[in-house]
């Protein structure tokens, strides 16, 4: 049979005296811990919330503002093509003018120095029929000027100018981009301001207090009206598929109603 | 026939007025909401309104909306020009009895060929178009 230490017994119940005196210690505290969880529960499920709607909102922003840096490239190019096809045209007008006035000095020449025969000859009081043949060939030069050259130079230029005149129209329809992205970036700002808006409230749930100024500005005051008119593109314009009308649907659909107007 | 282009944008309305320029209309006014469109409807013997939709004050719908519901000026044709894409604002835009709907960026010829849709129509179904007509 084994000996029993009492001693050790008596130690080892101390310890165990202890372990129970530490626990009625820890209870008050672990209890504190589990109520300080469970208040803070809510409020980071609400940072998880938060934090992946404002992540969402974020990849939003960033699709709006790719759709307007591609619009403004695509517009910035289409009028830099356009103005470099101006100045060929331009250039080919000048040509043009060169041209015309080089014919119209050859036609003055040749007339003057008609005339200038036919003065001299009629002065000197010579027989002037012998001049009929070479003045017969300079109306005859002079008449092809004016029919063949000149006509296809006058028309050149006319198609050049009206050639100008619509990459002119062109570049003001280019223009429309303006007004696009500045609807996109109104879009923008404001899905900014909401991610603001909420970061500020959840701050406002850690640190009583006053919350952080807001960025948005008073738009009652603002004479610029596109971030407020624009709002629903920016939480609407992500939807995909049945979401958009093709143009031959709307001709549909609007043909319907003016048929019922 | 005189035309009123409406938008808020100084921009889109010289844009516009430059499209309508291109095909041949040059009798334009216009102005830079629905509530001033309105008035210039009454004023100025407007025959067709060209109206974008998000203005202040008046948008383009409300301005549909009065129109059509004015005994004097109800079969006015209108067409919207707009960003707005999507299928419901569409909807909204066929409900408020808009005649015709363009989506920006668009082209003389866009707004050529939706005008003479309205016009075609209209005369199809011998629509007193000019309101100084009814008048």
């Given at each position: 049979?084994?000996?029993?230490?009492?001693?050790?017994?008596?130690?080892?119940?101390?310890?165990?005296?202890?372990?129970?005196?530490?626990?009625?210690?820890?209870?008050?505290?672990?209890?504190?811990?589990?109520?300080?969880?469970?208040?803070?529960?809510?409020?980071?499920?609400?940072?998880?919330?938060?934090?992946?709607?404002?992540?969402?909102?974020?990849?939003?922003?960033?699709?709006?503002?790719?759709?307007?840096?591609?619009?403004?490239?695509?517009?910035?190019?289409?009028?830099?093509?356009?103005?470099?096809?101006?100045?060929?045209?331009?250039?080919?007008?000048?040509?043009?003018?060169?041209?015309?006035?080089?014919?119209?000095?050859?036609?003055?020449?040749?007339?003057?120095?008609?005339?200038?025969?036919?003065?001299?000859?009629?002065?000197?009081?010579?027989?002037?029929?012998?001049?009929?043949?070479?003045?017969?060939?300079?109306?005859?030069?002079?008449?092809?000027?004016?029919?063949?050259?000149?006509?296809?130079?006058?028309?050149?230029?006319?198609?050049?100018?009206?050639?100008?005149?619509?990459?002119?129209?062109?570049?003001?329809?280019?223009?429309?981009?303006?007004?696009?992205?500045?609807?996109?970036?109104?879009?923008?700002?404001?899905?900014?301001?909401?991610?603001?808006?909420?970061?500020?409230?959840?701050?406002?749930?850690?640190?009583?207090?006053?919350?952080?100024?807001?960025?948005?500005?008073?738009?009652?005051?603002?004479?610029?009206?596109?971030?407020?008119?624009?709002?629903?593109?920016?939480?609407?314009?992500?939807?995909?598929?049945?979401a958009y009308f093709s143009r031959e649907?709307?001709?549909?659909?609007?043909?319907?109603?003016?048929?019922?107007? | 026939?005189?035309?009123?282009?409406?938008?808020?944008?100084?921009?889109?309305?010289?844009?516009?007025?430059?499209?309508?320029?291109?095909?041949?209309?040059?009798?334009?006014?216009?102005?830079?909401?629905?509530?001033?469109?309105?008035?210039?409807?009454?004023?100025?013997?407007?025959?067709?309104?060209?109206?974008?939709?998000?203005?202040?004050?008046?948008?383009?719908?409300?301005?549909?909306?009065?129109?059509?519901?004015?005994?004097?000026?109800?079969?006015?044709?209108?067409?919207?020009?707009?960003?707005?894409?999507?299928?419901?604002?569409?909807?909204?835009?066929?409900e408020a009895q808009i005649n015709n709907?363009?989506?920006?960026?668009?082209?003389?010829?866009?707004?050529?060929?939706?005008?003479?849709?309205?016009?075609?129509?209209?005369?199809?179904?011998?629509?007193?178009?000019?309101?100084?007509?009814?008048?």
């Open positions: 049979m084994k000996e029993i230490n009492f001693e050790l017994m008596s130690q080892k119940a101390e310890e165990l005296g202890a372990i129970f005196v530490l626990g009625q210690r820890l209870v008050p505290f672990l209890e504190d811990i589990f109520s300080f969880v469970k208040e803070v529960k809510p409020l980071l499920d609400d940072i998880n919330l938060s934090m992946e709607d404002n992540m969402d909102k974020t990849q939003i922003a960033a699709r709006k503002l790719s759709k307007v840096t591609e619009a403004t490239e695509m517009a910035t190019t289409e009028i830099i093509d356009i103005i470099n096809e101006l100045v060929n045209k331009s250039s080919s007008i000048s040509t043009n003018l060169d041209r015309m006035n080089e014919l119209d000095s050859m036609k003055f020449d040749t007339a003057l120095n008609i005339l200038e025969k036919v003065y001299e000859a009629i002065a000197e009081k010579q027989d002037v029929s012998s001049y009929e043949a070479p003045l017969s060939d300079a109306i005859d030069k002079l008449k092809s000027i004016k029919r063949d050259t000149r006509k296809k130079l006058f028309d050149s230029t006319r198609e050049l100018l009206d050639g100008i005149n619509a990459d002119a129209n062109s570049i003001i329809m280019s223009l429309q981009v303006q007004d696009i992205t500045t609807q996109q970036i109104a879009a923008v700002n404001h899905l900014l301001d909401t991610i603001h808006d909420r970061l500020a409230h959840m701050l406002m749930k850690f640190q009583p207090g006053e919350a952080p100024p807001s960025t948005k500005k008073d738009e009652s005051k603002d004479s610029t009206t596109v971030s407020k008119l624009h709002r629903p593109i920016a939480f609407n314009s992500e939807e995909e598929g049945d649907e709307i001709d549909a659909l609007f043909l319907k109603i003016s048929k019922n107007v | 026939m005189r035309y009123l282009v409406i938008d808020d944008s100084p921009t889109m309305r010289k844009i516009l007025i430059a499209a309508l320029r291109t095909i041949g209309i040059t009798d334009v006014v216009e102005a830079g909401d629905g509530e001033e469109g309105l008035a210039k409807i009454h004023a100025e013997h407007v025959d067709f309104v060209i109206t974008d939709w998000n203005m202040p004050k008046m948008n383009g719908l409300e301005l549909a909306k009065a129109v059509r519901g004015d005994d004097a000026i109800k079969n006015l044709p209108i067409i919207m020009v707009t960003t707005r894409d999507q299928r419901q604002d569409i909807m909204q835009a066929f709907y363009i989506i920006k960026p668009f082209t003389p010829e866009i707004l050529k060929d939706k005008i003479d849709t309205v016009l075609m129509v209209a005369k199809e179904l011998g629509s007193e178009l000019r309101i100084s007509e009814e008048t």
